[in-house]
């Protein structure tokens, strides 16, 4: 009985510091029962009292009747902050639009290698002086151009040692070694459809008296799929050696396989001038601007009306200038438009004006999920599923790569009965036969639409 008073009094000093805000020490298991006191965690979601920003407990006295006041967690700077998962009932939210990024990968090129065009003793004297070293020079003597290959000073990448160039010797003509790489990716499973689609009736009269290029890896002329063909096949690398054909032959094949193999081509009849420029092997097959241009030349050379190149890479001077003149001896390019995704930045050589650029779209006339996009794009092409030769028999290919040669064959058509025909106007041809998908009229998606024929092999 003598203790009431005591705990009578303690009960009210306890009252009175928690009327004025005072704050009590407490263990971590402590609970005030009737106050709803809690210790909060990281969870929005806790009822009780509130901590403040020192992590003391700030208990205020409940009016009677009132609900228990809601837990708050103690403010914790940004860094310290939980990121909590969105709740089932979160509001869904739509998707943003695909926004075109600058690539992540940087543009990949030669090391040790700048190259200059046209450039004369005088010029390549100063170039020494640099202390660079003069290389070989080769002749590209139907595109009346000369490339000489320099090597770059020690301790100074190509991008550094073009620079230099540009600055020293601003009237000279100078360009990076870039490389480029086949636009593939496998496929496992589906048939072929591509002809049906482009409405393409195939014969073994179709490319009778055609004369068509490739630049890509080495085509094997003793696959089934090639064998009888009318093929000619030159290798570039300065060893001789012949590089990995399971690309080229694929292209090949789609271009003029035999009628009666397992992989008939378009234009069986044709005859078919491939320029193995490619070099490595694995992940390193790769072919560069200088060994593109030699490639291109010799199909010059030969008097092809069009030229398929399957591959992509970095925008190069002296590509583009090959290009050009090319076009003006009214050679026609047709190129892959890329693999690297709708947020990619055009791929080369398909973003030159001078080419026409093919992207891919599937048997359902969907976009190819990886391929580029922008308004370069010139027309779309089958290119998923895509049935080719592979190294144990077929396989299902996928990619833009595989899409140009429709767009090759169909232009290789438009050649043979216009022969003069420049660019612009075959470009109008496949423009007022192709089918319109996407967008009403031409749309960096499909360009102009899926190509279409209506000539058929006589």
Not at 26 to 54: C, L, Y
Request: charged share 20%; with cysteine; aromatic share 6%.
């Amino acid at each position: 009985m003598m203790l009431q008073p005591y705990c009578v009094s303690i009960q009210w000093l306890i009252a009175v510091l928690l009327f004025s805000g005072t704050a009590l020490p407490m263990p971590d298991s402590f609970s005030f029962e009737g106050a709803g006191i809690a210790r909060a965690d990281d969870d929005d979601d806790d009822d009780g009292g509130r901590f403040g920003a020192s992590g003391g407990f700030d208990a205020r006295p409940a009016r009677p009747g009132a609900r228990p006041p809601r837990a708050r967690p103690a403010v914790k700077p940004p860094s310290a902050r939980k990121i909590q998962p969105a709740r089932a009932t979160s509001p869904v939210r739509k998707p943003r639009p695909v926004v075109q990024q600058p690539s992540r990968k940087k543009p990949t090129f030669e090391p040790r290698d700048v190259l200059a065009i046209d450039a004369d003793e005088a010029l390549l004297d100063r170039v020494k002086s640099l202390g660079f070293t003069v290389g070989e020079t080769v002749s590209l003597s139907a595109l009346e151009l000369r490339v000489t290959r320099l090597r770059t000073p020690a301790k100074m990448s190509p991008p550094q040692a073009l620079d230099v160039l540009q600055r020293q010797i601003p009237n000279g003509n100078f360009t990076l070694n870039h490389i480029y790489r086949v636009d593939a990716d496998p496929c496992r499973d589906g048939r072929c459809y591509g002809s049906a689609l482009i409405g393409w009736e195939r014969s073994e009269r179709c490319g009778q008296g055609i004369r068509i290029g490739m630049t890509d890896t080495a085509a094997d002329r003793n696959h089934a799929a090639l064998n009888g063909r009318k093929i000619m096949v030159r290798t570039f690398a300065e060893d001789g050696r012949a590089s990995a054909a399971t690309h080229g032959t694929a292209v090949a094949a789609l271009l003029v396989g035999a009628p009666g193999s397992d992989f008939p081509g378009l234009l069986p009849g044709a005859e078919l001038h491939a320029a193995d420029t490619f070099i490595g092997v694995g992940s390193q097959l790769r072919t560069n601007a200088l060994l593109l241009g030699q490639g291109l030349n010799w199909l010059l050379e030969q008097r092809v009306s069009v030229v398929n190149v399957s591959l992509t890479g970095s925008d190069n001077r002296l590509l583009h200038e090959i290009l050009k003149r090319l076009s003006q001896r009214k050679i026609t390019v047709v190129a892959a438009a890329g693999n690297g995704g709708p947020a990619a930045p055009p791929a080369f050589p398909a973003a030159y004006p001078e080419t026409i650029a093919v992207t891919a779209v599937d048997s359902l006339l969907r976009p190819y999920r990886m391929a580029n996009r922008g308004d370069y794009v010139t027309v779309a092409a089958p290119g998923v599923r895509i049935w080719t030769p592979g190294p144990k028999g077929g396989q299902y290919r996928d990619g833009t790569s595989f899409a140009a040669p429709y767009v090759t064959a169909v232009v290789a058509q438009l050649r043979g009965r216009w022969t003069d025909s420049n660019l612009a106007e075959l470009v109008k041809q496949l423009q007022s036969n192709a089918r319109d998908l996407g967008a009403t009229g031409k749309d960096p998606v499909f360009g102009w639409g899926l190509v279409r024929t209506s000539m058929h092999c006589e």
